[in-house]
Structures are given as structure tokens and as C-alpha cells.
């Protein structure tokens, strides 16, 4: 993955808060770790790190639906073309 550097001011989420849309996002540390990417899905809880606590921050980097989410691919009803 690449570095998932900002280039503009972000809205950035706390340790309790949880996500709003699901998608690729950046975990920002407090000086142990480089930045890095998780995959967050809709609702989730954003977690403390084990090592910087509460300090640890998450900003969306890219928003990707999650795949048992999205209509075309997991609606009702859905059966495998063969």
C-alpha cells in the first residue's frame, strides 16, 4: 500500500467514534508507527492502538462499499450465472 498521504485538511476520528461510510482509512499514530491503511466497514468502531492509546487518529483515505453491502452483488435473491 502506498504511503496514504493527505493532500488537503481531513476530517479525522477518535478512538469510540464510529464510521460513517466504509472504505480505506488512514491510522494516524502518535510517533511509534508510520501511517498506514485499514479497511473499516460502515458502523465499525474505530479501536485505541495497543501502544499510543486514545492518541491514535483515523481520516477516510478512499470510501470503497463493502461487498455484501452493495446492491448489484448481494441483493436478495441472488444466484450465480454459470
Known amino acids: ?8 485538511p481531513e476530517k479525522q476520528y477518535a478512538p469510540g467514534s464510529h464510521a460513517l461510510v466504509s472504505g480505506v ?8 508507527r ?6 473499516v466497514i460502515k458502523g465499525d ?4 492502538c ?3 492509546r486514545n492518541r491514535v487518529r483515523y481520516a477516510l483515505y478512499e470510501k ?6 452493495d446492491w448489484d452483488l ?3 435473491n441472488l444466484t450465480l450465472i454459470q
Open 1 to 8: 500500500m502506498t504511503a496514504l498521504r493527505a493532500s488537503s
Open 25 to 32: 482509512y488512514r491510522v494516524i499514530h502518535h510517533e511509534h
Open 34 to 39: 508510520a501511517v498506514h491503511g485499514v479497511v
Open 45 to 48: 468502531g474505530f479501536p485505541p
Open 50 to 52: 495497543r501502544t499510543c
Open 64 to 69: 470503497a462499499d463493502y461487498v455484501a453491502h
Open 74 to 76: 448481494s441483493g436478495p
